[in-house]
């Protein structure tokens, strides 16, 4: 079974700020890992994924996340935020033999956006 | 192309009450999953479908089932129901099972309130 850890509940940021969110996960086997964002009253889309391949990638609206295998980690950052970021972030990992756990969420971090 | 429809958006039912969501998934996606999103637990992981049968169940008593249709579409019921059913409930769709690396595309979900 996997698990993600989201380490903050909640962070909060000046506009045009750099951000950076924390995402740790922990399996037995080799992952997929996404990044999903929710705006209110919505459902979630995807941001970006890791694959395999190169560790960095890069996603929509600006951000980018890394792949650190031996941290177990997949940051979330984008270099400069804007008022429109404020959303609710889901980290989340999937085995690639098609477990029976479906997508394993994070429990997400808000980003609040300050100006 | 239209995106994961899901009806209705809110619903309010009393204790003991059985509920039927529904789900449409993007035209050609063949796999529906199913989430419950509460506060308290987050994400949680329902059961996922793919060409009419159900591939992958998660941690959910008996009471919650679901079912996808030959045209990919899939229900969502919940019998007998407790005030800790009261979530927003989330279909995503894929176009391949669980476990390669196709992303989730969701709706907006269903907020059921139990009272």
């Known amino acids: 079974a996997q698990s993600v850890t989201q380490l903050d509940s909640q962070v909060p940021v000046f506009e045009e700020a750099p951000v950076e969110l924390r995402c740790n996960y922990s399996s037995s086997v080799s992952v997929y890992l996404f990044w999903y964002v929710q705006y209110p009253n919505q459902g979630l889309q995807l941001l970006l994924k890791?694959?395999?391949?190169?560790?960095l990638v890069k996603g929509i609206n600006g951000f980018e996340a890394e792949f650190n295998k031996s941290q177990t980690s997949f940051h979330l950052r984008k270099p400069s935020v804007h008022i429109s970021d404020t959303a609710e972030y889901f980290c989340?990992?999937?085995?690639?033999?098609?477990?029976?756990?479906?997508?394993?969420f994070g429990k997400g971090t808000h980003l609040i956006i300050q100006p | 192309k239209a995106g994961v429809t899901q009806t209705p958006r809110y619903l309010i039912k009393t204790r003991g009450q059985q509920v039927t969501l529904s789900c449409s998934p993007i035209?050609?996606?063949?796999?529906v999953s199913w989430y419950q999103q509460t506060p308290g637990q987050g994400l949680q992981f329902l059961f996922e479908y793919f060409s009419e049968t159900q591939r992958n169940k998660g941690n959910f008593p008996g009471r919650f089932s679901g079912r996808q249709f030959s045209n990919s579409r899939s229900e969502m019921n919940v019998s007998t129901l407790e005030l800790g059913d009261s979530a927003l409930y989330l279909c995503a769709s894929s176009l391949g099972a669980g476990g390669d690396n196709s992303p989730l595309h969701f709706g907006n979900g269903t907020r059921l309130t139990v009272t």
């Open positions: 989340a990992v999937s085995d690639h033999g098609g477990g029976a756990d479906g997508l394993t």
């Open positions: 035209s050609g996606h063949r796999s």
């Open positions: 890791y694959l395999s391949g190169s560790t």
